[in-house]
């Protein structure tokens, strides 16, 4: 008999709120916080031109307002010099996932692992790296160890005792949606009991708002499906999801959250198609792939948390591969997007969006996509069921999580509640 995966904990930090309830209550409540980039990072009014995109000056982000000082308290971190942003949001979404799952000391440490997932690392670390270097100064010995993209996995590891399985995923904004999958087939192949799985981003950084503004994908705003919609609004943050062998779980006591049911992965794989640019057919096949690991039909999913990040390629893109798959259905099949309240978090985006999905599952609601009515909807998307103004009633018991990334890579996820 397959083994079962399980969720028994979970942690989040985002600009949208802190800790998984902090989060949960924002997005209850219909709250979507919006921040200046000014007033944590950096200043892109004192050199406008590279923070352009499609002529808008990008200012705003949702960014989390925790100075890095905060961040490293929040996290226990004693030495707060040597950790760049992105690894103080992963350290303390870890923390929080752990202590709700009591999973700690219940395994042997070989067998309790850790996979991540992330998109571009420790930007932060870049431009402070890049500016000493300009100007002729010597880099110190925890450069890199801020800067390299694996490191905040190797540190939740030692800090807390791990010594299973343990790498990072570098996929884009699919990057912690693998994680999650990784983590699970470590569980399902019998090689760990027990995985964390964690997704971090911080990429408010000259580097990240001015290569995204380049791409004209960014805004200062969050529009999925809307007529006006012109980029994706910048996110930070982290999340994390304990993992666990479901007959391990039930025998230590741990309450279980929810289950996973199924999951996909795909590339695009289009021949001489542009690298940034999303294919209905890759997000189709990751969906399929993820019904078919669960045993489920596109009648059984109760709701789509799409990928929905607000730019005019990629809403279509998407609900073009929700058509191709659910057929007539597709217009039945509520769904939304969070990154409409939370913003873009890139490669936590997969995990930060999953969080929401089991609360979901949990207290039997769907959550609207922030801002979108019927007036402003874009008329010329493939017709969906989109979920508008309130928060609905969630009706079944499989949702379908969405994670797409540039180089056309692809991931789809399916929770379902726990059933014993």
């Known amino acids: 008999m397959r083994r079962r995966v399980v969720v028994t904990g979970m942690g989040a930090v985002s600009g949208n709120g802190t800790g998984v309830d902090g989060m949960w209550r924002a997005l209850l409540n219909g709250e979507a916080h919006r921040s200046r980039i000014a007033d944590v990072h950096f200043n892109p009014e004192e050199n406008p031109v590279p ?33 760049d942003r992105h690894q103080l949001f992963a350290l303390l979404a870890a923390k929080e996932a752990l202590m709700q799952s009591g999973a700690l000391g219940r395994y042997e440490n070989h067998r309790f692992g850790i996979v991540g997932g992330t998109g571009d690392g420790g930007l932060h670390e870049d431009a402070v ?85 380049g791409q004209r994908a960014l805004s200062n705003f969050s529009r999925p499906y809307q007529k006006n919609r012109n980029g994706f609004l910048m996110g930070e943050g982290a999340a994390a999801l304990m993992l666990e062998d479901q007959e391990h779980a039930v025998k ?21 198609g542009l690298i940034t640019d999303p294919n209905p057919d890759g997000g189709k096949r990751a969906s399929v792939a993820a019904m078919t690991m669960a045993g489920v039909e596109p009648k059984d999913i109760a709701y789509i948390k799409t990928h929905g990040t607000g730019t005019p390629i990629g809403d279509k893109a998407e609900l073009e591969g929700v058509h191709m798959w659910a057929g007539e259905r597709a217009e039945r099949i509520p769904l939304s997007s969070i990154k409409s309240y939370i913003g ?23 959550l609207p996509t922030f801002g979108l009515t019927e007036e402003n909807l874009d008329p010329t998307l493939p017709r969906v069921a989109h979920v508008m103004g309130k928060p609905q009633e969630l009706l079944g018991d499989y949702i379908l999580v969405n994670a797409f990334g540039f180089g056309g890579t692809n991931a789809s996820i399916i929770f379902r509640p726990y059933a014993g």
Do not use: W
């Open 129 to 213: 790296a890049h500016t000493r270097i300009s100007a002729g100064k010597q880099l110190d010995p925890f450069t890199n160890i801020r800067e390299l993209p694996n490191l905040f996995a190797g540190q939740i590891a030692n800090t807390f005792g791990l010594k299973g399985p343990g790498f990072v995923h570098c996929t884009a904004c699919a990057a912690s949606a693998h994680a999650i999958q990784s983590a699970a087939d470590m569980i399902l192949l019998e090689r760990a009991d027990a995985m964390l799985a964690v997704g971090t981003e911080a990429a408010i950084t000259p580097f990240g708002i001015g290569s995204f503004a």
């Open 252 to 272: 230590r006591g741990a309450t279980i959250l929810a289950e996973i049911a199924g999951y996909g992965a795909t590339t695009d794989g289009v021949e001489g």
């Open 51 to 83: 923070y352009k995109s499609g002529g808008e000056l990008i200012t705003t982000v949702c960014g989390s307002m925790l100075t890095h000082e905060r961040l490293a308290d929040l996290s226990g971190v004693e030495k707060p010099t040597r950790y």
């Open 344 to 366: 873009h978090l890139l490669g936590a985006a997969g995990a930060c969006e999953s969080v929401p999905c089991i609360l979901m599952l949990l207290h039997k609601v769907v």
